[in-house]
């Protein structure tokens, strides 16, 4: 085992001591386990960044868990793929952390954060890690199941109504989605007598042909709920948006892309010739225009940003769909944009939202002149996920968009001019939320600095008459009065009212200055974002050699098994 192996299992086993600490101390020592919390990611990402270089050097690099060699072990790779999300993840995790420190200390909530958060947030964090790692098809299994079980804490954190409805749905797609996920692995082992992924190449080969379609489907069918491919998306615009602003963000900004991830690696390693590529860029063409109408449709800027998120993943999508070395290095190009712009744009709707109570696009205004800073942080990565030149966005979509034309199929032309009219909507999409809640005049329902809101949840029911003209939409920010009237029937409704930036789901009080963590972090993410750009001709570089490595297959094959 070379010294860089040693590094391969450090993103996953940190996390998770860290957390078990985390729970042994509880709410106490609060500096402590901030220290803790940033220390372990900060530890993850440098591992990682070293991983990557030594990939890129050296080839994949492999560790046996416990010296067991495959198949009867556990194995863990990193090659160039793997090494660099877990660059990009762990860069927007940390991020992501320090934005929630400063939430948790802005809100005066700390003990929800310390106690409940933290911990969940690391566990995350490690199964997104043994995402990216895992050799075998179960221990991909395995970090899935780790991942969702720790997001299942993270989306209902608070306990409000809008919560744990949207959580009920997100856990009941996700346990449909494993039990699947399950099923199939359990179909390989049957078929193929393993679930190496090393292994499997050669065993999946000798297969009759629809036993190997039936196994590719489904397994494309799980990741594709994973990664909210249409039609399995309608899950996604309606459970995201109610997490606290740092829950969604790193959800709608990595998870979706841990399904992608899992695609690009088994069909590039388990299914080559693209025996399906027509089915995966129909899907891809799906995404890109549904999910984007549907973004021209909102009022709402987390439900715009969400279906922006749906249709964007049909550009990875279609990357993978060509199965060439260009849509394939093109695909993985932007989900390293895309995990990072999107991160971004939803940390900025937390603080739109801490700025003005709200991120309901009719409510909003001024915020250009109000909150100049505030205009700056969500212009950039608005634009670059429009694909606005020179920036990654752009540089991302055109080199998709070349591979497609490159393939010279009818199917890819379509694509081609499908991720055109999409990125144009996609520009339509947020310079009207951009009108709306920067640029025009201040509308009369903003809500002034010091206003306090109201809990997510209210207890409301019809009102007699006249009761009515003060219910749920009287002056914004202006606690609701109680509704002591019951209706005839005697039957008492519980409605959610408005999402809360606070972690416990408590009431917030809107800020006329910035937080400066969640700025600083928030900045962050946007100077990394703008990185991308910086550094296209390496990033490029790197991933068109890791592409080559993927559709040849025998690097990672005899990195795991001729040792």
Not at 233 to 241: E, G, I
Not at 294 to 317: C, E, I, N, P, W
């Amino acid at each position: 085992m070379s010294g860089a192996a040693t590094l391969v299992p450090l993103p996953v086993i940190l996390p998770l001591c860290a957390a078990g600490l985390k729970l042994a101390i509880g709410a106490r020592l609060e500096r402590v386990q901030r220290f803790i919390s940033a220390a372990v990611l900060l530890a993850v990402l440098v591992a990682s960044l070293l991983l990557l270089i030594a990939a890129d050097r050296h080839g994949p690099q492999v560790m046996d868990a416990g010296g067991w060699a495959p198949p009867v072990g556990i194995v863990l790779v990193a090659d160039r793929l793997s090494a660099l999300m877990l660059v990009i993840s762990s860069s927007v995790t940390l991020s992501v952390l320090v934005y929630s420190v400063g939430q948790g200390m802005a809100d005066n909530d700390d003990t929800t954060p310390l106690s409940v958060f933290h911990p969940s947030y690391l566990v995350l964090v490690a199964g997104v890690s043994d995402t990216f790692l895992a050799g075998d098809l179960f221990n991909l299994y395995v970090g899935f199941e780790l991942m969702l079980t720790a997001s299942y804490v993270l989306m209902t954190i608070g306990g409000t109504l809008a919560r744990i409805r949207a959580g009920a749905t997100y856990a009941i797609v996700s346990l449909l989605s494993s039990m699947l996920f399950l099923a199939a692995v359990a179909m390989v082992y049957a078929a193929a007598g393993t679930v190496t992924m090393a292994q499997l190449p050669a065993r999946l080969d000798a297969l009759p042909q629809s036993v190997g379609m039936v196994i590719q489907i489904a397994l494309l069918g799980v990741f594709a709920i994973k990664a909210a491919v249409f039609p399995l998306a309608a899950w996604l615009p309606d459970s995201y948006p109610t997490a606290p602003a740092p829950v969604t963000a790193v959800f709608a900004g990595l998870l979706t892309k841990v399904g992608i991830y899992a695609m690009l690696r088994t069909q590039t390693l388990l299914f080559p010739g693209q025996r399906i590529g027509g089915v995966l860029m129909v899907l891809a063409l799906l995404s890109l225009l549904v999910g984007i109408l549907g973004a021209v449709a909102q009022t709402d800027l987390k439900r715009l940003l969400s279906f922006t998120l749906v249709s964007h993943m049909g550009y990875m999508v279609f990357g993978i769909g060509l199965g060439t070395l260009g849509g394939v290095s093109g695909a993985m190009f932007y989900v390293a944009h895309h995990i990072t712009v999107q991160t971004t744009l939803f940390l900025v709707a937390g603080l739109i939202e801490r700025r003005s109570g709200t991120t309901d696009l009719q409510s909003l205004g001024g915020l250009a002149r109000l909150s100049p800073l505030l205009a700056v942080l969500f212009f950039v990565p608005a634009l670059n996920l429009a694909g606005i030149p020179p920036l990654s966005g752009f540089l991302g979509k055109f080199g998709l968009l070349r591979a497609g034309v490159d393939d010279g199929g009818v199917l890819a032309y379509v694509l081609v001019a499908g991720g055109t009219v999409t990125s144009l909507l996609t520009l339509y999409a947020l310079a009207k939320a951009w009108n709306l809640a920067f640029w025009r005049s201040a509308t009369p329902e903003m809500c002034a600095a010091g206003t306090v809101l109201e809990s997510t949840e209210e207890d409301s029911s019809q009102e007699p008459s006249g009761a009515g003209a003060q219910g749920a939409d009287a002056t914004r920010g202006t606690p609701q009065p109680d509704v002591g009237d019951w209706p005839a029937g005697g039957l008492r409704v519980l409605v959610p009212r408005r999402v809360t930036a606070t972690f416990g789901g408590q009431e917030i009080t809107t800020t006329s200055s910035l937080p400066v963590s969640m700025a600083g972090a928030t900045a962050a993410l946007v100077l990394f974002g703008l990185a991308f750009t910086v550094l296209a001709g390496p990033l490029f570089g790197l991933t068109d050699r890791a592409a080559g490595e993927m559709l040849s297959r025998t690097p990672y094959v005899e990195a795991v098994m001729d040792r």
